[in-house]
């Protein structure tokens, strides 16, 4: 099994819709983040958690929210999905020290039409 | 705030062909510097490493310097093959900025055969 497995790995809804991107993992890992990657763009956070009681928003987390339901569990919800949110969403963990670098889920591609 | 800045792609080279990519960085403290990989259809992976001026980092061939004179973090490989062709991330993770990495746009590289 991956150690990042994120779910769905692709989906397709209508504008208005909301939709859940779920992420587990398997690495022990306190912290978990979401980033979208759009082509040029390279990655941007949405959200990050460093436990389960904190949840703080990135640099574009509007249209956004996320829940931690466990230490292994990290959702993100579009709650009305638009065109532009259309993108791949990776899901990712670390430990601290963050110089280790992260561990990356294999990405959900939502199109929204 | 903290930025990294990557040559843009994509880079087209023969098989067997000397690879460099570029990788410049700004940041408020003493960052560690990442380059990763992304193969088509995957999630991004760590393919190297350094955490402090002078390291140089190395994995599957791969190399890059943390040169702190020139906030550079460069991506050499002496010979690349078909299967290198991917999109290649740099990022820096900065104590004095915070808990977030930032990465680069990335650069994606074919090798012909």
């Known amino acids: 099994d991956a150690d990042v497995t994120q779910t769905p790995r692709n989906r397709i809804t209508k504008t208005g819709k909301r939709i859940m991107l779920e992420c587990s993992q398997t690495k022990g890992h306190d912290r978990m983040y979401w980033y979208r990657q759009d082509p040029g763009l390279g990655l941007r956070l949405i959200y990050y958690s460093f436990d389960v009681k904190d949840i703080n928003k990135g640099e574009i987390s509007d249209g956004y929210s996320v829940s931690r339901q466990a230490q292994a569990k990290f959702s993100l919800s579009l709650e009305s999905a638009i065109p532009n949110q259309t993108a791949l969403y990776f899901c990712?963990?670390?430990?601290?020290?963050?110089?280790?670098?992260?561990?990356f889920g294999s990405g959900t591609r939502l199109t929204v039409v | 705030g903290d930025s990294v800045t990557q040559m843009e792609g994509p880079v087209t080279l023969s098989e067997e062909a000397f690879l460099t990519i570029n990788c410049t960085y700004t940041?408020?403290?003493?960052?560690?510097l990442f380059w990763y990989v992304q193969y088509p259809g995957e999630g991004l992976q760590l393919l190297l490493k350094a955490t402090k001026a002078d390291d140089k980092g190395s994995n599957k061939g791969f190399e890059a310097t943390y040169r702190k004179e020139t906030t550079s973090f460069h991506l050499e490989k002496g010979s690349v093959q078909v299967s290198d062709s991917a999109v290649y991330f740099c990022a820096l993770s900065d104590p004095g900025g915070g808990f977030k990495t930032i990465f680069g746009a990335g650069t994606r590289l074919f090798v012909k055969a």
């Open positions: 940041a408020t403290g003493y960052p560690s």
């Open positions: 990712a963990t670390s430990d601290p020290p963050t110089d280790y670098g992260y561990t």
